[in-house]
């Protein structure tokens, strides 16, 4: 079984195109995230400056702790959307990665397979079995991994259900306090 200089130079341009992509994806996912921060950032600071003008602006204590009691709840809200814009783009990335990973692993499968048959050919005889039991092993460890690849997108979809029912929740938790608040400081 002898590897061909073009098979090894097929090998490494595969291997740094595989590269390139990874690098592609992640440098697409920091530059999502740096524009999220600085919009953040930008959209922070404008709120700021508009809840400083609106607090400066009140005319007494009551009207202060209102504008304070409805300020409160949109920075929860942002704060939760945020949360999850990054928890959007982490899981798009990580997905992305997930694809280039599993293609990898078929590609490396299938290129295994083809050498072990081409030895197999060029084997003496009574190896049939030893060859057997090489596939029957690659095919066992082949299922493993479709199965821990399955179980692994399940636990990511019920995480990304649990980060929507928290946020859900938070953001319900704060607009129902926010009006009990209000209503316990005017009484």
């Known amino acids: 079984m002898t590897t061909t200089p073009e098979q090894i130079v097929a090998a ?6 595989t590269l390139l992509a990874l690098a592609n994806t992640a440098f697409a996912s920091a530059e999502r995230i740096a524009a999220l921060n600085l ?14 003008k ?3 602006a009140a005319k007494d204590v009551q009207e202060l702790l209102a504008l304070q009691t409805s300020l409160a709840q949109p920075v929860v809200e942002k704060a939760v959307a945020y949360s ?3 928890y959007e783009i982490a899981s798009q990335t990580q997905e992305e990665v997930s694809k280039m990973f599993e293609t990898q692993v078929a590609e490396a499968n299938k290129t295994f397979a083809a050498a072990l048959d081409k030895a197999a050919k060029s084997a003496p005889a009574g190896s049939d079995v030893a060859v057997a039991a090489v596939k029957s092993a690659i095919a066992a ?3 493993a991994y479709d199965s821990v690849t399955k179980a692994a997108k399940q636990v990511a979809e019920i995480a990304e259900a649990n980060v929507a029912a928290a946020t859900s929740a938070t953001v319900k938790a704060v607009s129902a306090s926010t009006p009990a608040k209000s209503s316990k400081k005017a009484a």
């Open 141 to 143: 460890a082949n299922s």
């Open 12 to 17: 490494n341009k595969a291997n740094v195109e």
């Open 84 to 86: 999850r814009s990054v």
């Open 39 to 52: 919009n953040t950032a930008r959209a922070v600071l404008e709120d700021s400056v508009a809840s400083a």
């Open 54 to 56: 609106a607090l400066m």
